[in-house]
């Protein structure tokens, strides 16, 4: 059920891209996507999308249009 909350990119699409290009063709990825799934079982109506991309996460809106800056991804491993 999970797996309902992710979409894949086709990583290919944005290789050799500015970031400006990049984001551009991600945020296409997401207005198609919300054309075609405006809820989802379990979690209800889709308020929004955050793109975890290149160590940053992008908040978007269901129309497409970024909503903010970028914010950097932090990451800790414990090595056990």
């Known amino acids: 059920m999970f ?3 992710y979409i894949s990119l086709n990583l290919k699409e944005l290789y050799f891209k500015n970031l400006d290009t990049q984001l551009k063709i991600i945020s296409n990825i997401l207005k198609n996507h919300y054309k075609m799934t405006k ?5 209800g109506d889709i308020a929004g999308y955050n793109a975890h991309f ?10 497409g249009d970024l909503k ?3 914010i950097s991804e932090s ?4 090595k056990v």
């Open 3 to 5: 797996r309902l909350r």
């Open 39 to 43: 809820s989802l079982p379990l979690f």
């Open 54 to 63: 290149l160590g940053k996460i992008y908040p978007f809106d269901v129309s």
């Open 68 to 70: 903010g800056e970028a």
């Open 75 to 78: 990451e800790a491993w414990i």
